[in-house]
């Protein structure tokens, strides 16, 4: 396997238990177990969430009809990044709140477009939304 080439928490300007939230969502993100979930939620707060098996960035945490669904950050505050979604303002708000001019709906964001974007976002400081959705 080819060693990881990602950003230092420093230089990503988070926390490393938050660098490592995301580096797990990613891999979870790129291996194929959250099952990208259009449907409709039940907003819910943590404390009532069950394992995270989909993925929509349509909401941070929701109660689905078959299972727990979670956004990029979402996921990755669940996974021990606690705080992360309060980052706003720099690099992480582009990669938590893709452009809408960019990527159309959120909802039909892909598991392995997020993916795409986290990666860039990881290796560079930059989600690069354009290309995720172009890949």
């Known amino acids: 396997m080819l060693a990881q080439n990602f950003k ?3 230089d990503l300007d988070i ?3 938050q660098k490592d939230a995301l580096i797990k969502t ?8 959250l099952v990208h979930d259009r449907g409709h939620f039940q907003a819910a707060e943590r404390e009532e969430m069950g394992t995270i098996n ?3 960035m349509r909401l941070v945490f929701a109660k689905g009809d078959c ?3 979670g956004c990029i950050c979402g996921i990755a505050e669940t996974l021990g990044g606690e705080g992360i979604g309060t980052r706003y303002g720099h690099a992480l708000d582009n990669l938590f709140c893709p452009p809408s001019k960019i990527v159309g709906n959120w909802a039909n964001i892909t ?4 993916a795409t974007a986290l990666r860039s976002y990881l290796t560079t400081g930059d989600a690069r939304w ?3 959705v172009t890949s």
């Open 8 to 10: 230092t928490a420093e």
């Open 26 to 33: 990613l891999v979870l993100l790129e291996t194929g177990k």
């Open 111 to 114: 598991p392995a477009q997020a």
């Open 67 to 69: 299972g727990t669904v």
């Open 54 to 56: 989909r993925f929509s």
């Open 130 to 132: 354009d290309l995720a």
């Open 15 to 17: 926390t490393e238990p």
